[in-house]
């Protein structure tokens, strides 16, 4: 059975040099039709998120006053709430990722053995291999990524608490305004007791998803990932074969 290694360190340097034909390239589904639509409205609705946000901070407002861009605000983040701590969970149920998003002590040991590479301290070949793909069965075997795992369970956080402050101050602001969802502020009690800013706190996140945003557009438009990106799109990834 033949088992190929897609993307791997070793691999991406000799991409370059190997030329690419229609007899030693493959076309397979990398992503379906779920995950690229929970992406790519992720993507639209944080960045609209991220825009009106800067605009009340900034008190500069290009469409509307501080009432319309504050509702919209308020509105993307009621959505992208809905959408990723109900949708995204709901297709990591769904499609039985559950125990595949937990991190393991091997997962900690990889990202170490990750960075030495990067840093040239230890061979390519050391690199740990997350996806397969079997020619035979035609099936691209996908695990996730350290980071990835890292990275999505600390999103999911980091919107919970953004949600959570962003009610808070919608409250200070109109009380009542919220409704029910007022109830999740029972959830800011830890931070009242430490005396944490709610604002700075709703800051900081803010912070967190402006720069995890900039490393995985970074990391999303190098050479060597431009494949997955055209994957993300299309849902098809080009695979070499020797």
Known sequence: ???????????????SSKAASPSNVIIAQRYN??????HWVHVFTMLLFFFTGLELVLQMYFIGDYIFTRSIHFMFGIFIGVWDLIFFTSVVILGKEV??????????LDLGIILLCALNILPDEKYPHYDYYIVEKKEY???YHPAQKLLSLTNLMAIFIMGVTGIALAEEVSPGSTMFLSLLLVFLIPFEVFFLDIRFIHFL????????????F???????NRNRLRGMVTGKERILVD
Do not use: C, W
Request: proline content about 6%.
């Open 1 to 15: 059975m033949t088992t190929i290694n897609v993307n791997s360190a070793k691999e991406k340097k000799q991409d």
């Open 33 to 38: 039709n779920a995950q690229r639509l929970h």
């Open 99 to 108: 125990h595949s998003l937990i991190p393991t002590p091997r997962d900690f």
């Open 141 to 143: 075997i996908m695990k």
């Open 205 to 216: 996140v803010y912070l967190y998803f402006l720069g995890t945003t900039i490393i995985h």
């Open 218 to 224: 970074y990391f999303a438009i190098i050479p060597a």
